[in-house]
C-alpha cells in the first residue's frame, strides 16, 4: 500500500468519537490490513499532523435478518489516532 489514501477509508464519526475529539483523538475506519505503522504515516501524510500514538480494533460483521434469510456485514478495522500535544487539529472534523 503506497497510497495513503488506499490505508484510510474514511473517518467514523459517532457520539463517542466526538467526545474523544476533546483529548485529541480522532477515529478512522482503516484497510482491513494496514498495521499500525502504515496508518500513522498516512495519517500523517494526508492531514499534515505529528500522531503520538495508534490503537487499532478488527469489529466483526453484525449478522442481519430479511425474513428467514441471514446475511452477514463485512468485518471492518477502526483505528484510534492519538495526536501530539503541539500538534495542529485535523480541519476535516472541525465543521462538524
Do not use: C
Not at 58 to 87: C, E, F
Amino acid at each position: 500500500m503506497t497510497n495513503p489514501h488506499d490505508i484510510i477509508i474514511k473517518p467514523l464519526v459517532s457520539e463517542q468519537s466526538m467526545e474523544s475529539m476533546a483529548d485529541k483523538k480522532y477515529t478512522f475506519v482503516v484497510y482491513k490490513r494496514a498495521n499500525k505503522t502504515e496508518i500513522k504515516k498516512a495519517i500523517e501524510k494526508i492531514f499534515g499532523v505529528k500522531v503520538e500514538k495508534v490503537n487499532t480494533m478488527n469489529m466483526t460483521g453484525k449478522y442481519k435478518r430479511m425474513g428467514k434469510n441471514i446475511g452477514k456485514r463485512p468485518d471492518w478495522k477502526k483505528a484510534i489516532v492519538q495526536l501530539k500535544p503541539d500538534s495542529k487539529e485535523i480541519e476535516f472534523f472541525e465543521g462538524m
